[in-house]
């Protein structure tokens, strides 16, 4: 069973940066999608930013220019990290890893939260 593993979530002062780490245990030939979702208090789940097989990234209207998602590949592992600069108390949420196969199936990791202060 596909698994993914996130790292790098915690407090910050606004204006602050951190980096999230997602670990799939798999090759990238078994990779559509990798993204990451985050889920503020009391609201839906949205989409931040993904990146394809291919390279191409796709990121929300509300964090371009301030957050950048990019990959490394090894022979049995992908690694998608999420570096998010000049924070905001809006972007306060629970940050989770998706990955879409080459199946089609799709797998969530556990979450992480970020807190940034005013």
């Known amino acids: 069973q596909e698994q993914l593993a996130e790292s790098g979530g915690g407090s910050v002062q606004a204006g602050g940066s951190l980096r999230l780490s997602c670990v799939a245990s798999?090759?990238?030939?078994?990779?559509?999608?990798m993204g990451w979702y985050r889920q503020p208090p009391g609201k839906q789940r949205e989409l931040v930013a993904s990146?394809?097989?291919?390279?191409?990234?796709?990121?929300a209207d509300s964090v371009k220019g301030r957050f950048t998602i990019s990959r490394d590949n090894s022979k049995n592992t992908v690694t998608v990290y999420l570096q998010m600069n000049s924070l905001k108390p809006e972007d306060t949420a629970v940050y989770y890893c998706?990955?879409?196969?080459?199946?089609?199936?799709?797998?969530w990791g556990q979450g992480t939260l970020v807190t940034v202060s005013s």
């Open positions: 990146i394809t097989s291919g390279g191409r990234m796709n990121y």
């Open positions: 998706n990955a879409i196969w080459t199946s089609y199936s799709s797998t």
């Open positions: 798999r090759s990238i030939s078994r990779i559509n999608v």
